[in-house]
């Protein structure tokens, strides 16, 4: 299977790295805007042509995958090329800047028998993975509830609130947060299903070049309720997902490899805490090794991306379900955009 | 003469612009829209543009009258992907304006980080082995972007017929920026000493800045590559002690044999790290070797092509350095507490 890539930025190289060790599929070709990006991503992931134009590389080398990393603004624009070009399309989040764009390529889509994958790379971390398969297995129990947060700083002169150069996200409705609704939504998704109804409460605590640098949401959704939020203030950083079950209990770290499980044991009900208290400082302590470990090795957070692309490679190449449907996506980002605020901070 | 200088607030920019107009160069400065450049006492006759080369769209004016571009910009911060992309992504953007603007001279600062350590044996001067691809890319962000960036320049130089100088200077230090990566590894307050007899191939930022306003006004330095040291360089237990008196830090030196670190190192990459896609700089042999292997340096080709000699002793440096603030570099904004980079 052939792969091209358009955007050689950060999380390109996440892509490119992956996508090199995945069986069957050769990385054909690479398109930056600038040249030397493009020629020094070709080096560095021995990846054989690079182009500037990426209109070229989609006529000239056909690809079967094409991935979108640009800045979300031009998501749009070249997704629906590579659609033209025959090529799915598997698009970094947010995969449009409105609803209405994602409809119209998700149709396209659809139309030429191809398909659009939304990254949503946290959802297929090992924490959430696990304990989906414990929801499956029925030891955990129906879920009510899910409760994710993001502690990030992002109001650093070097990122999201550079004031010399704005930050390409900043166009998005919601600033920077916006960023990060796809992956909120879309871990809420998983746990509780598309949803019903959002209240959002969208806020500003420190002066920046960022609109919001606060937001919280509760989600009424098909199979129980979810609390979202992102926080430019709260320290350290973190992601935190907490997913409350019939039976269990669920606490990941998703920038770590901390998750925890509480849930009934064979002890007297009054020795429960004593016991889940010891197991649970075990788990975290053999946590703090592996995230140190995984450090030198291997994608880091990125885990998921990497189980992602090789879930959604297979399936391409089988004509299996994918991981990530069209529906899956459609049903995230009437998420998203119910959560969007009206109107931007003073 | 008029030179446009990038960079011209950053830790060697400032001085730069000192520089030429100690020697009646004019000068335009381009910092980014956001920089305050009150505090470093320019005079009035210096033209200020304001413009970020991560994103600028038109850099074509910035070139009206100017006979010479001393590009100093680099991005030296943030992760991989950003430092190549402000440094080489900028330096596009500035070399395609400066085609279609009347200026044909270019000086341009490079590092020491685009030879290869590794390969080179004994003496590292301008005819030492320089990185090569793909082996480049495992020597970290910095490495990279400064080792494209003179690649890109040359290229466009070739294609454009300009005036070339490439000026490569070693660790610069100064003010604020005292602490250099050749001294080994800090822990806490302490010292591991790695070679504490290697010699340092440094030059003080005054110095630095007073070849490159030398290498835009001289003709001799055109089509040029020069390394900029002051010397042969301090010792490095030498250095790290006027360090450690200078700026009154207490803490214990623990020297180690370069040859006993460069087999631990060795060892451990071949060992455990090998299959590892991040580990940190010292453990990485490539990079263990450009801040660390015991070469020597010397400043012949600058001496004989611009007659240049520093305007300032190692005792002058530490007194600039680590003595009384002069008044005119008061409240110098560069972040402190960084080690400077090759």
């Given at each position: 299977?052939?792969?091209a890539?358009?955007?050689?930025?950060?999380?390109?190289?996440?892509h490119?790295?992956?996508?090199?060790?995945?069986?069957g599929?050769?990385?054909?070709?690479?398109?930056d805007?600038?040249?030397?990006?493009?020629?020094?991503?070709?080096?560095?992931?021995?990846?054989?042509?690079?182009?500037?134009?990426?209109?070229?590389?989609?006529e000239?080398?056909?690809?079967?995958?094409?991935?979108?990393?640009?800045?979300?603004?031009?998501?749009?624009?070249?997704a629906m090329?590579?659609l033209?070009?025959?090529?799915?399309v598997?698009?970094?989040?947010?995969?449009?800047?409105?609803?209405?764009?994602?409809?119209?390529?998700?149709?396209?889509?659809?139309?030429?028998g191809?398909?659009?994958?939304?990254?949503?790379?946290?959802?297929?971390?090992?924490a959430?993975?696990?304990?989906?398969?414990?929801?499956?297995?029925?030891e955990?129990?129906?879920?009510?509830?899910?409760?994710i947060?993001i502690?990030?700083d992002?109001?650093?002169?070097?990122?999201?609130a550079d004031?010399?150069?704005?930050?390409?996200?900043l166009?998005l409705?919601?600033?920077?947060?916006?960023?990060?609704?796809p992956?909120?939504?879309?871990?809420?998704?998983?746990?509780?299903?598309?949803?019903?109804s959002?209240?959002?409460v969208w806020?500003?605590?420190?002066p920046?070049?960022?609109?919001?640098?606060e937001?919280?949401?509760?989600?009424?959704?098909?199979?129980?309720?979810?609390?979202?939020?992102?926080?430019a203030?709260?320290?350290?950083?973190?992601?935190?997902?907490?997913?409350y079950?019939e039976?269990?209990?669920a606490?990941?770290?998703l920038?770590?490899t901390?998750?925890?499980?509480?849930?009934?044991?064979?002890?007297?009900?009054?020795?429960?805490?004593?016991f889940?208290?010891?197991?649970e400082?075990?788990?975290i302590?053999?946590?703090?090794?592996?995230?140190?470990?995984r450090?030198f090795k291997g994608p880091?957070a990125?885990?998921?991306?990497?189980?992602?692309?090789?879930?959604?490679?297979?399936?391409?190449?089988?004509?299996?379900?994918?991981?990530?449907?069209?529906?899956?996506v459609?049903s995230?980002?009437?998420?998203?955009?119910?959560?969007?605020?009206?109107?931007?901070?003073a | 003469?008029?030179?446009?200088v990038?960079?011209?607030?950053g830790?060697?920019?400032?001085?730069?612009?000192?520089?030429?107009?100690?020697r009646?160069?004019e000068?335009r400065?381009?910092?980014?829209?956001?920089a305050?450049?009150?505090?470093l006492?320019?005079?009035a006759s210096?033209?200020?543009?304001?413009?970020?080369?991560?994103?600028a769209?038109?850099?074509?004016?910035?070139?009206?009258d100017?006979?010479?571009?001393?590009?100093?910009?680099?991005?030296?911060?943030?992760?991989?992907?950003?430092?190549?992309?402000?440094?080489?992504?900028?330096t596009e953007?500035?070399?395609?304006?400066m085609?279609?603007?009347?200026?044909?001279?270019?000086?341009?600062?490079?590092?020491?980080?685009v030879?290869?350590?590794?390969a080179t044996?004994?003496?590292?001067?301008?005819?030492a082995?320089?990185?090569?691809?793909?082996?480049?890319?495992?020597?970290?962000?910095?490495t990279?972007?400064?080792?494209?960036?003179?690649?890109l320049?040359?290229?466009?130089?070739e294609?454009?017929?300009?005036?070339?100088?490439?000026?490569?200077?070693?660790?610069?230090w100064?003010r604020?920026h005292?602490?250099?990566?050749?001294?080994?590894?800090?822990?806490?307050?302490?010292h591991?000493?790695?070679?504490?007899?290697?010699r340092?191939?440094?030059?003080h930022v005054e110095?630095?800045?007073?070849?490159?306003a030398l290498a835009?006004?001289?003709p001799?330095a055109?089509?040029q590559?020069?390394?900029?040291?002051?010397?042969?360089?301090?010792?490095?237990?030498t250095?790290?002690?006027d360090?450690?008196?200078?700026?009154?830090?207490?803490?214990?030196?623990?020297?180690?044999?370069?040859w006993?670190?460069?087999?631990?190192?060795?060892l451990?990459?071949?060992?455990?790290?090998?299959?590892?896609?991040?580990?940190?700089?010292?453990?990485t042999?490539?990079?263990?070797?450009?801040?660390?292997k015991?070469?020597?340096?010397?400043?012949?080709?600058?001496?004989?092509t611009?007659?240049?000699?520093?305007?300032?002793?190692?005792?002058?440096?530490?007194?600039?350095?680590?003595?009384?603030?002069?008044?005119?570099?008061?409240?110098?904004?560069?972040?402190?507490?960084?080690?400077?980079?090759?």
């Amino acid at each position: 299977m052939k792969a091209a890539l358009i955007g050689a930025g950060q999380i390109a190289r996440q892509h490119l790295t992956c996508l090199n060790t995945l069986p069957g599929v050769q990385l054909a070709a690479i398109c930056d805007l600038s040249p030397a990006t493009a020629e020094a991503a070709a080096e560095r992931h021995a990846i054989p042509s690079w182009f500037t134009d990426h209109r070229q590389m989609l006529e000239t080398i056909r690809p079967d995958v094409v991935h979108v990393t640009t800045p979300p603004t031009s998501h749009f624009r070249l997704a629906m090329d590579a659609l033209e070009a025959g090529a799915h399309v598997i698009v970094e989040k947010p995969a449009t800047s409105s609803f209405e764009e994602l409809q119209t390529l998700t149709l396209r889509a659809k139309q030429t028998g191809r398909h659009v994958i939304e990254d949503y790379n946290y959802v297929f971390n090992h924490a959430p993975q696990e304990i989906l398969r414990k929801i499956e297995t029925g030891e955990f129990g129906a879920v009510t509830h899910v409760d994710i947060l993001i502690c990030l700083d992002i109001l650093g002169p070097d990122g999201f609130a550079d004031p010399n150069a704005p930050h390409p996200a900043l166009k998005l409705a919601g600033g920077a947060i916006a960023d990060f609704l796809p992956h909120l939504a879309s871990l809420s998704h998983a746990f509780v299903g598309p949803h019903r109804s959002a209240q959002t409460v969208w806020s500003k605590r420190k002066p920046s070049p960022l609109p919001f640098d606060e937001f919280r949401s509760v989600i009424e959704a098909e199979r129980g309720t979810a609390t979202l939020g992102f926080s430019a203030s709260a320290q350290p950083d973190a992601f935190w997902l907490r997913v409350y079950g019939e039976r269990m209990q669920a606490t990941a770290n998703l920038f770590e490899t901390r998750l925890t499980f509480d849930g009934p044991r064979n002890v007297p009900k009054p020795l429960r805490p004593f016991f889940s208290g010891l197991d649970e400082g075990r788990d975290i302590r053999r946590a703090a090794l592996s995230t140190l470990l995984r450090k030198f090795k291997g994608p880091g957070a990125y885990e998921g991306l990497w189980a992602c692309l090789s879930r959604t490679y297979q399936a391409l190449a089988t004509r299996a379900a994918l991981p990530i449907t069209i529906e899956d996506v459609l049903s995230v980002n009437r998420m998203v955009e119910a959560m969007k605020p009206r109107e931007q901070a003073a | 003469m008029k030179a446009l200088v990038t960079g011209a607030n950053g830790f060697l920019g400032r001085h730069v612009v000192n520089a030429l107009l100690a020697r009646g160069i004019e000068v335009r400065a381009m910092v980014r829209p956001a920089a305050r450049v009150e505090a470093l006492g320019w005079p009035a006759s210096v033209d200020i543009v304001r413009a970020d080369l991560r994103s600028a769209r038109d850099l074509v004016d910035a070139f009206a009258d100017v006979d010479v571009l001393i590009h100093l910009a680099a991005v030296v911060s943030g992760g991989e992907d950003a430092q190549f992309a402000g440094t080489v992504g900028g330096t596009e953007r500035l070399l395609d304006a400066m085609a279609a603007s009347a200026c044909r001279r270019l000086v341009l600062c490079s590092s020491f980080s685009v030879y290869d350590y590794t390969a080179t044996s004994d003496v590292l001067d301008e005819s030492a082995p320089l990185q090569q691809s793909p082996d480049v890319y495992t020597r970290g962000g910095y490495t990279v972007a400064k080792w494209w960036q003179e690649r890109l320049t040359r290229r466009y130089v070739e294609k454009d017929g300009w005036d070339l100088t490439v000026l490569r200077p070693g660790f610069i230090w100064g003010r604020g920026h005292g602490y250099l990566a050749a001294l080994g590894q800090q822990i806490g307050r302490h010292h591991v000493v790695i070679g504490p007899l290697t010699r340092i191939p440094m030059t003080h930022v005054e110095n630095c800045a007073d070849v490159f306003a030398l290498a835009a006004a001289d003709p001799r330095a055109r089509g040029q590559t020069l390394n900029i040291v002051d010397g042969p360089g301090e010792r490095v237990w030498t250095y790290l002690s006027d360090y450690m008196r200078g700026t009154g830090e207490r803490g214990l030196r623990l020297p180690v044999p370069h040859w006993l670190a460069s087999a631990v190192v060795r060892l451990a990459f071949v060992t455990v790290f090998r299959r590892a896609t991040k580990v940190p700089a010292i453990l990485t042999p490539k990079k263990f070797d450009a801040m660390l292997k015991p070469l020597r340096f010397d400043n012949r080709k600058l001496r004989e092509t611009l007659g240049w000699t520093p305007p300032l002793d190692y005792k002058q440096c530490l007194a600039r350095t680590y003595g009384p603030e002069p008044a005119r570099v008061e409240a110098a904004a560069w972040p402190s507490g960084k080690a400077a980079s090759i």
